[in-house]
Nanobody, 128 residues
Framework: QVQLVESGGGLVQAGGSLRLSCAAS????????MGWFRRAPGKEREFVAA????????DYGDSVKGRFTISRDNAKNTAYLQMNSVKPEDTAVYYC?????????????????????WGQGTQVTVSS
């Protein structure tokens, strides 16, 4: 079992920055990758970013490339999502998730179904 707790959400003005954190506990040694997803009202869940837990591979959704940065601190068992130049369309509940299944090619998954554990979510609201 892996437990995930997000924090850092809140209200931010367009063009501003916010950093989300995802603290992992439990069987963290079994984590292959950590991902961030988001769901805006009336929309489907969207992939935001992912990072290998032990490695350098990352990937980003097209809508956040160049603005958001995913990182991790293995010593703290925490993943981060640095959100810069935020836009009103970034408003959503942000979820972190853990993927325990290694990819044969070392890539991270963009598919939410590949992530076995999820946090409770943190609300991010961007005002215009």
């Amino acid at each position: 079992q892996v437990q995930l707790v997000e924090s850092g959400g809140g209200l931010v003005q367009a063009g501003g920055s916010l950093r989300l954190s995802c603290a992992a506990s439990g069987r963290t040694f079994s984590i292959y990758a950590m991902g961030w997803f988001r769901r805006a009202p009336g929309k489907e869940r969207e992939f935001v970013a992912a990072i290998r837990w032990n490695g350098d591979n990352t990937d980003y959704g097209d809508s956040v490339k160049g603005r958001f940065t995913i990182s991790r601190d293995n010593a703290k068992n925490t993943a981060y999502l640095q959100m810069n130049s935020v836009k009103p369309e970034d408003t959503a509940v942000y979820y972190c998730a853990a993927d325990l299944t290694p990819n044969n090619w070392g890539f991270v998954s963009l598919r939410s179904n590949d992530y076995e554990y999820w946090g409770q979510g943190t609300q991010v609201t961007v005002s215009s």
